[in-house]
């Protein structure tokens, strides 16, 4: 069975930081490209960066510069280091994984940027 566990969210004033983290079971983790999406009220499901297999990163527009992905295949983790929030990074936060057209998500994790 395939679990995807965030962890790490929680409430932050603007211009602070959190860190999130996925562990992940039941996969191949050093195959899987790895990534962590979000979703605001309202707004669609979008992808915030990208970790593949040989840890070539990809990020959104939004959070380059600000945010880092990194994966840690000895301990089938993916994480996601967010420094400078904004209010607008406010969404649930999504653990992606994905191999060969094989989607997995996580719960999801709330994270909250106040003004």
């Known amino acids: 069975q395939v679990q995807l566990v965030e962890s790490g969210g929680g409430l932050v004033q603007a211009g602070g930081s959190l860190a999130l983290s996925c562990a992940a079971s039941?996969?191949?983790?050093?195959?899987?490209?790895m990534a962590w999406y979000r979703q605001a009220p309202g707004k669609q499901r979008e992808l915030v960066a990208s970790?593949?297999?040989?840890?070539?990163?990809n990020y959104a527009d939004s959070v380059k510069g600000r945010f880092i992905i990194s994966r840690d295949n000895a301990k089938n983790t993916v994480s996601l280091q967010m420094n400078s929030l904004k209010p607008e990074d406010t969404a649930v936060y999504y653990c992606?994984?994905?191999?060969?057209?094989?989607?997995?998500w996580g719960q999801g994790a709330q994270v909250t940027v106040s003004s």
């Open positions: 992606y994984a994905n191999y060969r057209w094989n989607p997995y």
């Open positions: 039941g996969i191949t983790f050093s195959i899987y490209t």
């Open positions: 970790i593949a297999r040989d840890s070539t990163t």
